[in-house]
C-alpha cells in the first residue's frame, strides 16, 4: 500500500543541522497530512512539526526559531530541517502521515508511520 522511510539523521555536535526526509510510495491518492515526531529515551513520543489546515504549520514550542518543516508534493516527500541542534534534540525522530490511497477503482484513507530515524546531538 504505502510505506514511509525516513533519512538524513546522524550524529552532529551542539549548534549543527541535519535534514531529516520522508519519502512517501505506494499507491498514493494524495497526502491529507504529514508531520514529525520524536521519541527520546525513557519519554513518550511528542509532535515537533506538523501541517495543519490551510497549509500552516505547526512547531512545539522547544524547537520554533530552529526546525522548519517543508514538503514537496510532486516528490511525495517531507522534510525537516533542523538548526541550531542542542543535545536535549537527541531523540529517534518519526515521520507520520495521513494518506489516501489507491486500490482498484476505490479510494481509501490510512495514518501510517516511518521506521524511524536516529538524531544524537553530542560533542
Known amino acids: 500500500q504505502v510505506q514511509l522511510v525516513e533519512s538524513g539523521g546522524g550524529l552532529v555536535q551542539p549548534g549543527g543541522s541535519l535534514r531529516l526526509s520522508c519519502a512517501a510510495s505506494?499507491?498514493?491518492?494524495?497526502?491529507?497530512?504529514m508531520g514529525w515526531y520524536r521519541q527520546a529515551p525513557g519519554k513518550q513520543r511528542e509532535l515537533v512539526a506538523n501541517?495543519?489546515?490551510?497549509?500552516?504549520?505547526n512547531y512545539v514550542d522547544s524547537i520554533k526559531g530552529r526546525f522548519t518543516i517543508s514538503r514537496d508534493n510532486a516528490k511525495n516527500t517531507g522534510y525537516l530541517q533542523m538548526n541550531s541542534l542542542k543535545p536535549e534534540d537527541t531523540a529517534v525522530y518519526y515521520c507520520?502521515?495521513?494518506?489516501?490511497?489507491?486500490?482498484?477503482?476505490?479510494?481509501?484513507?490510512?495514518?501510517?508511520w516511518g521506521q524511524g530515524t536516529q538524531v544524537t546531538v553530542s560533542s
Open positions: 507520520n502521515a495521513d494518506v489516501t490511497y489507491k486500490r482498484g477503482f476505490s479510494r481509501l484513507r490510512a495514518d501510517y
Open positions: 505506494g499507491s498514493i491518492f494524495s497526502i491529507n497530512a
Open positions: 501541517f495543519i489546515s490551510g497549509g500552516s504549520t
